[in-house]
C-alpha cells in the first residue's frame, strides 16, 4: 500500500507564492515518478508538472512554465513544486501522484493521469485577486 500526502496549500494573493509537498510512504520502489495535477469543479483534472526518478528530467504544462518548479528529495521520499507569481487561474485542488517504474514511454505520458498508479487526497490552493 502506497500513501501520498500533499500539504502547503492555502489562501494567497496574486503575486504570492507557495510550495507544496508530496511525501510518499509504504511500498518500497525501485524507481518511481511524480507527478502533480489540478483541478477545479467542473473540469477535468489537468496537467501541472512531473519528475522522473533521478531529477533529471521536469515537465511542465506551458500556463506554469518560468512560475512552478517541481523538485525532489528522493532520499526524504518527497516531491516539492514551488509556485511562485500565482495567478487567480491557479486556484484549484492539487494532486501529487505517482507511478513506477518512472518511465514513461510515449509523446506526453506524463501528462496522462492514466499514467499514474497512487493519487493523494490533494490540497487546496487558492489565490485572491
Known amino acids: 500500500q502506497v500513501q501520498l500526502v500533499e500539504s502547503g496549500g492555502g489562501l494567497v494573493q496574486a503575486g504570492g507564492s507557495l510550495r507544496l509537498s508530496c511525501a510518499a510512504s509504504g511500498r518500497t520502489f525501485s524507481s518511481y515518478a511524480v507527478g502533480w495535477f489540478r483541478q477545479v469543479p467542473g473540469k477535468e483534472r489537468e496537467f501541472v508538472s512531473a519528475?522522473?526518478?533521478?531529477?533529471?528530467?521536469?515537465y511542465y504544462t506551458d500556463s506554469v512554465k518560468g512560475r512552478f518548479t517541481i523538485s525532489r528529495v528522493s532520499a526524504k521520499n518527497t516531491v516539492y513544486l514551488q509556485m511562485n507569481s500565482l495567478k487567480p487561474e491557479d486556484t484549484a485542488v492539487y494532486y501529487c501522484a505517482l507511478r513506477s517504474p518512472d518511465y514513461c514511454p510515449g509523446y506526453g505520458c506524463y501528462e496522462l493521469n492514466s499514467s499514474y498508479d497512487y493519487w493523494g487526497q490533494g490540497t487546496q490552493v487558492t489565490v485572491s485577486s
Open positions: 519528475i522522473n526518478w533521478r531529477g533529471t528530467n521536469t
